[in-house]
């Protein structure tokens, strides 16, 4: 089964009691569950991973670059400014979708830009968990296929 890296960024462990009229109620585990319940669905393995520390998500996606595996991507906060990130999501070799739970180009204007949005394959935003799912569909289908158009 092809794996699949889904990686969260900082303050998303706070998922569930977080500003939960912008980001709903589930939990991180919840979100971690539907990943990996989707992945079976379309067969994939998912590990979900989060966390509040840049470095360790840099080297995280350091190890999916070497292993070739492809990644879903929530940066959160840092994905409109850390070029260190950016630059980590350029050296990966299998597709990249960056997903972010609210719409974030409807919200304050910091929000609208994305320095990972160049380097990804595709990018989903203001589906919520759902986001996440299509990510998953995709990747399963695009699996072996070029990651650019
Ligand atoms: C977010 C949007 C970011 O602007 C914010 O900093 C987050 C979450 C989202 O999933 O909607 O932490 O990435």
Redesign the pocket.
């Known amino acids: 089964m092809s794996r699949v890296l889904v990686l969260n ?4 462990g706070r998922l569930g009691s977080r500003e939960p009229l ?2 709903g109620t589930t939990t991180h585990a919840e979100l971690a569950d539907t990943c990996i319940a989707t992945g079976r669905e379309v067969g994939l393995a998912v590990e979900v991973r989060q966390t509040d520390d840049e470095a360790e998500l840099v080297a995280w996606l350091h190890e999916a670059a070497d292993d070739g595996v492809p990644v879903v991507l ?4 840092w ?2 400014y850390s070029y260190a990130l950016r630059d980590a999501c350029a050296q990966l070799t299998a597709p990249l979708v960056e ?4 719409q ?1 180009h409807a ?1 304050e204007e910091f ?1 609208h830009t994305s320095v990972v949005s160049p380097v990804a394959t595709a990018t989903i ?1 203001g589906l919520g968990i759902e986001g996440y799912r299509a990510a998953l569909r995709f990747l399963a289908s695009s699996t072996g296929k070029p990651s650019t158009p």
């Open positions: 960024g900082v303050n998303l912008v980001y929530n940066s959160a906060a994905s409109h997903v972010h739970l609210s974030t919200r929000r935003t």
